[in-house]
């Protein structure tokens, strides 16, 4: 088996030395860095069938996630920025209810290692803070993330307060996160929506009247 297959293996056993160790292994022989992440999402995702299925308890899901934060933080300076221009200002958040904050942290690190400058609202974001971060900071891009499918109705109505403080037109709304599909992003009405990183920021420079996706 492959450097690859084994870093989902390791993360799903919560095999922290082996996992540690594979991602030195794979940062060293050159491996993309986003690679390494999409990777480690997928041991993640197994994880969390685990905790579904009754397998795993959440002690195990605290695990898997302390592990992926450490190869996280492994990573992050392979991501660093390379821009000295700011491509424009983002707000983000985990939405009210939700504390998941791993695939927020990486779309952030990826957001920073392509110029982007970011202000992070952290975990369980009321909408009124969102609101009041608009306000103060005048981003291009309010991002947000949800992992619960209850998140999505914080999501929505945090959509709908950012409307209501007449600030919907000065921002983009992106909305990403393991629960976000074609069904939630029709109910949410964003700008754009995705449950990947890369092509989160792919939107955003798009969003912004850069690159196509
Ligand atoms: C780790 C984990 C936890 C950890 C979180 C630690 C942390 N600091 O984040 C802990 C143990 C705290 C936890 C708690 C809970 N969890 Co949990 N958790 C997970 C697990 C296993 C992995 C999540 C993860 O980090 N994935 C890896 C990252 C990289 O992937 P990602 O988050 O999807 O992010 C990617 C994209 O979505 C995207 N993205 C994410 N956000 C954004 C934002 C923007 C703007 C953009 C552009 C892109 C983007 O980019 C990322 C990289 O590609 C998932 C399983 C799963 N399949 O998601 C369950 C899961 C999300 N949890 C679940 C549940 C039920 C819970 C609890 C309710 C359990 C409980 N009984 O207490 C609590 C809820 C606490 C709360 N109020 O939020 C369920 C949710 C079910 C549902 N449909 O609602 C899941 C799906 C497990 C399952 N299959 O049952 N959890």
Redesign the pocket.
């Known amino acids: 088996m492959t450097s690859r297959g084994k870093i989902v293996d390791a993360i799903v056993d919560l095999d922290e030395p082996t996992a540690l160790g594979l991602a030195d292994e794979m940062i060293k022989s050159g491996v993309d860095p986003v690679e390494i ?2 990777r ?2 997928e041991g ?2 197994i ?3 685990r ?2 299925s009754g397998d795993f308890f ?1 002690s195990e ?2 695990m ?2 302390e592990i ?1 934060n450490q190869i996280m933080e492994k990573i992050r300076p392979q991501l660093k920025r390379s821009f000295i221009e700011s491509k424009g200002k983002i707000v ?1 958040g985990t939405v009210e ?8 942290n ?2 952030i690190a990826l957001l920073e290692a392509e110029g982007f400058d970011i202000v992070d609202l952290g975990v369980d974001v009321p909408p009124k803070r969102f609101v009041e971060a608009i306000r103060k900071h005048a981003p291009d891009i309010v ?3 949800s ?4 998140a999505i109705e914080s999501t929505k109505r945090t959509v709908d307060a950012i409307a209501e403080a007449g600030l919907r037109d000065k921002v983009r709304v ?7 599909d074609e069904y939630t992003t029709e109910y949410v009405k964003p700008d754009a929506s ?5 092509q ?1 920021v792919r ?1 955003c420079k798009k969003l912004l009247g850069g690159v196509e996706v």
């Open positions: 992440l999409e480690c999402r993640m995702s994880v969390g069938e905790f579904e959440l899901m605290i898997a996630a992926f983000i209810g939700d504390v998941h904050d791993i695939g927020k990486i779309v991002g947000m993330s992992l619960l499918t209850v992106i909305i990403g996160g393991g629960r976000v995705t449950d990947n990183a890369a989160g939107l």
